[in-house]
């Protein structure tokens, strides 16, 4: 019997592109379940991942630079020759292209643009031009309007002949726009149905909300909720001009990237991203970034501890309780915080609310003070049996957690109110202070105790 | 001239409440932007909202409670008498509904079935019996399906009937079944305009793809990355019967919810959820319930400590450097953790890619480790000019560095491959261990470089 030798999926692909088999490829991609495809392209180096986008067919290509993320997409394109980057982003949605042409060298993309289609390059400049978590920045240019007077049967033709580049469901309202191209409504596609080819637009016309072109995600966001059956909105300039289409599909996509952003940023990856793909020195060299500036609030921070060497020296014990007092604190302003992250994405607190909020947090940090301060006291007393130093650290730790939750429970509000990201200050400032109080509280009492 | 007071929002709406003015309250609550209502609403007491949802029409009332995290529509639904409750749950989409109650006590939930129409409760019923996160949970029933043999022109008049219950993009396509209720396949809207009100559905049914009940959320992410154009999918049993239809919107809530209540607990929020408009008592206990866990974890690291008192006592500077070391190796682990997170989100990495991650984790942490580890000595030197301080707490920190993206990198993998919650556990059991083994670093090497 033959020994099975199960080849890794990515081992498979390797070999298909030095025998250079780009049918075999193929083939053997679409043979791979959906969920593979994505961890098998990690697999490969940079340069083996841009061989493979040149070996497939562009529109195929175009859909697995849709899987990855926009940064690690603009690397790939990076490394292939502007024509055949310009095949590809050419394949892409508009939204879409324009994302990832966002993350590209001035110069790189320049090129690109170059090698494309002078119409679609047109656009993608236009698009890349908005911030890209305004409806600018996240509107496609695909879409249909006409003029109010055009007949039913021409729409049904011209519908008829576009659907492979329009998604479908940008068709369920037809546009009307002014001669000058100002929307002025939109028509059903089910009022449509049955109706006699020669009418006219205008004779179903209904009006449309629309998105303004400087709308922020936010706003975008609330746009969808309040409108429940859209899956697209116009886009119009302030003198109502159509200028695109925003789908509910590519905010959603926007707002979880950013979640996905903040909650790495909260967890100390600047610029809240990184794969393992990239290269070691760009990844420890981010890292490094935050971390120097967080060793040196931590040095400030336990430079109270030298202050009081000689309680210290004293009474060694302590040295047991300093990081137990500093990480608890931490952890309970840790709450408070994702709290107050929590109410100011869905809209409950604002910057204004932080009187209200410190309140609500006081009365957590007593209960739940003073419930950790007895089992740390409790702890300190099995452990030495000596009563002052029960008491130092439970009441250190009780006084400690209600200042933590204070100040975890404000800092996001401060912080959005100063126009600062909470996502990404609001920790390291938390533990600085509740380090810092923390040490300051036990070694104080310390030595007040000492003194008696 | 009269003084200018500006009342608050939720002043007025609780002086309207308390005037009983119905339809004034509903004009002020039509004035206000949209993004003041829910901060209005959670201005109230709970009793107070409740009131609130008996003043409002049906309609008006769902649509706010559709706003809210649906745990606390559920707090508010339980103050109303199961009558008004009913009333607006009937309100709802089936699938925001199935959400809602799903939170209620079983008495609760039944009284409130017990008041609706008996065809919505039995479909309420079916649907929360599904778990949360699957199709079955996700699905709406408000869908419309006919048999092939249908003529165009009553599958028409049908449609043009029910649209007020069914989500004008649900239409795009019509759904064909067989008698037995499976599904056959689709007709596009689009393709049935224009076509002779004689003819039956059959003549223009094309293939659909579907999802299966028992679908994951993940699986029903990965369907709709893959169907571009879908915005909701038939859902099936294993019998292929069509049983309802899941929204791309729903499914990209219920994943958008996910990712809040991870980032909830990765700081110390169990259940992924709280609310300060929580009573005290719930909001201090289920904070609790995961510090006094974390304070137990906490002082079995500094047990390491209190081993070497005596290496302490005689180089006492060293307790300013034990909080520094453990808190930096955390923040190292912790970037570890989020990168490793993201890329099983993703797909790029899989529990069995431990070994590899890992790898990939030690560049980073050798280059950090002997970066921060110089920095720690440098301070270190600055302060004390001890050579051997120096030494000792810049290799412990190097080391510990090491030590603790090793372990950032792979537990998250282990926890998930092992079926326990990563986001939960990744933390405490990390900085656990980093704890322990920084204490442990700092003072062996002291204790080795004392007896030199």
């Not at 024509?83 to 993309?109: N, T, Y």
């Not at 302030?238 to 790495?264: N, Q, T």
């Not at 952890?331 to 909020?357: H, K, W, Y």
Request: aromatic share 6%; proline share 4%.
């Amino acid at each position: 019997m033959e020994p099975i030798v199960a080849t890794k999926p990515w081992e498979r692909v390797r070999e298909l592109l030095v025998e250079a088999e780009p049918h075999a490829l193929v083939d053997y991609l679409d043979s791979l379940p959906a969920d593979d495809i994505v961890r098998t392209v990690f697999r490969l180096t940079v340069d083996e991942q841009a061989r493979l986008l040149t070996f497939l067919p562009p529109r195929t290509a175009a859909g697995l630079l849709d899987d990855v993320p926009e940064a690690h997409a603009a690397d790939i394109l990076d490394d292939l020759s502007a024509k055949e980057a310009a095949s590809i982003v050419e394949e892409l949605d508009s939204d879409m292209a324009a994302d990832v042409l966002a993350e590209l060298d001035a110069d790189d993309l320049e090129e690109i643009l170059r090698q494309m289609d002078p119409t679609d390059a047109d656009e993608a400049r236009q698009l890349i031009s908005y911030p890209a978590d305004s409806a600018g920045g996240l509107m496609m240019t695909e879409y249909l309007a006409f003029s109010g007077s055009t007949k039913i049967g021409d729409v049904v033709a011209t519908v008829a002949s576009q659907t492979a580049d329009i998604p479908l469901y940008l068709l369920q309202q037809i546009m009307v726009i002014s001669p000058l191209g100002r929307l002025r409504g939109a028509v059903n596609l089910s009022d449509m149905a049955f109706a006699e080819p020669n009418t006219r637009l205008n004779q179903f016309l209904q009006p449309i909300d629309s998105v303004l072109v400087t709308n922020r995600l936010e706003e975008l966001e609330d746009f969808f909720d309040e409108h429940d059956e859209a899956t697209a909105a116009p886009v119009l300039d302030e003198r109502k001009h159509l200028l695109g289409v925003v789908r509910r599909r590519a905010v959603f996509e926007a707002i979880s990237e950013k979640m996905d952003e903040d909650a790495m940023k909260r967890q100390g990856i600047i610029g809240g991203d990184e794969l393992r793909s990239l290269p070691l020195r760009v990844r420890s060299g981010r890292r490094l970034s935050w971390l120097s500036v967080n060793i040196l609030l931590n040095i400030v921070a336990a430079s109270v501890i030298a202050m009081y060497q000689e309680t210290l020296a004293a009474a060694i014990a302590l040295a047991v309780f300093l990081p137990i007092v500093s990480d608890m604190s931490g952890c309970s302003g840790n709450q408070a915080v994702a709290v107050s992250m929590r109410e100011l994405t869905l809209g409950i607190v604002r910057p204004e609310d932080v009187f209200r909020v410190w309140r609500k947090e006081i009365g957590v940090g007593l209960i739940n003070g003073v419930a950790l301060g007895l089992l740390l006291a409790t702890a300190a007393w099995l452990w030495q049996q000596d009563i002052r130093l029960s008491i130092v650290v439970g009441a250190a730790l009780a006084l400690n957690t209600v200042i933590a939750v204070s100040i975890g429970g404000t800092i996001p509000l401060l912080l959005k109110g100063l126009k600062i990201d909470p996502a990404l200050a609001s920790g390291p400032a938390l533990t600085t202070v509740t380090d810092m109080c923390g040490f300051f509280l036990v070694l104080s009492f310390a030595s007040f105790a000492l003194s008696m």
